[in-house]
């Protein structure tokens, strides 16, 4: 089993508006709701890749209920932490007619210390079951920031393998307690005060955690492929000649697939097929047409890898 820990699930609400005007009614002629969730879709892309997720966290109200009936729907297994609030919901707003987009960023979800408590406590039971856990991103007001350190060192006394793909404050305090894994995009290595345009200056840099203890380092960088990185090999993951069109919720799916590889303990490379091939997949789905595992099969095929020197 896959502990998944989404401390802060948010909806994403666009609506598009034709010529949209101030404090007048503006009739809307499309809209679209999706999960912005970086648990709840590796969860999903578990599930494809036939692995058992439960996803552990926080929800609120009707927006959290939305979210769990999607999660149910799709019969992956939850142990939520319910709290009275609103679950974060961001809300866009398209103007076809002047191709100006508006977004209203709710506030977020604010965290008391007794129910962050009893949301470790339920991860603590969870985690005899476990063999891989899941660190996600975004985690919402009031957690402590050692929060996801708490977790990697139990799960280490549990021989749980934790994957962190934190930001922030939760990356830096979770490397401090050397997780198996930790998965990283551009934006996180700006925050690790790692700098460059190529690998060649950011895997020095990248490697004095390796030689810390962490078996894997895996950078995404979505269309572009991605490298997997360890003590005895660095990877380049090459995208096939096919069209992409990006989308920042393919790393989650992305982060899904690492966590199968880990807990099935694949060699590196098929790691790192798994993992790029389930992110390009997720970018050619459609509304109409959800990612199967058909599509990451096929994809993985053409997927190639390089060692790099």
């Known amino acids: 089993m896959i502990i998944t820990v989404e401390l802060n699930p948010i909806i ?30 590796a969860a999903k892309t578990i599930k494809i890749l036939q ?69 470790i406590k339920k991860i603590h039971q969870e985690m005899p079951n476990g063999r891989v856990m899941i660190l996600g991103n975004n985690t919402p007001k009031g957690l402590s920031a050692a929060f996801y ?15 962190l793909a934190a930001e922030e404050q939760q990356l830096l305090y979770g490397l401090e307690a050397i997780p198996y894994a930790v998965k990283l995009n551009e934006k996180q290595l700006q925050q690790l005060n790692i700098h460059g345009e190529t690998i060649e200056q950011w895997l020095p840099q990248l490697q004095q955690w390796i030689y810390k203890g962490i078996h894997y380092i895996a950078l995404d960088l979505g269309e572009r492929g991605a490298y997997l990185l360890s003590k005895n090999k660095s990877c380049y993951i090459e995208p096939p ?35 790029l091939a389930s992110s390009l997949s997720f970018m050619q789905q459609t509304q109409d047409q959800p990612m199967k595992k058909s599509d990451i099969d096929s994809i993985f095929k053409k997927v190639k890898v390089r060692e790099i020197r």
């Open 241 to 275: 000649p096919l069209r992409f069109s990006y989308n920042p919720l393919a790393s989650h799916a992305f982060l899904g697939a690492l966590a199968v590889g880990i807990e099935r303990k694949y060699e590196q490379e098929k790691i790192a097929k798994l993992s």
């Open 51 to 119: 692995g058992e997720p439960v996803v552990h966290g926080f929800l609120g109200e009707l927006n959290g209920r939305y979210i769990k009936n999607e999660l149910d729907r799709n019969k992956i297994k939850t142990s939520f932490v319910w709290i009275a609030a609103h679950t974060q919901v961001n809300t866009t707003i398209v103007d076809k007619t002047h191709t100006q987009v508006t977004n209203l960023v709710n506030q977020g979800i604010d965290i008391q210390q007794k129910e962050e408590m009893y949301l």
């Open 149 to 163: 350190q708490d977790l990697i060192v139990e799960g280490k006394k549990q021989n749980i393998k934790s994957v």
């Open 12 to 41: 994403h609400e666009t609506y598009f508006v034709e010529n949209f005007q101030l404090e007048k009614d503006n009739i809307i002629i499309e809209q679209t709701i999706e999960i912005q969730s970086a648990g709840v879709h």
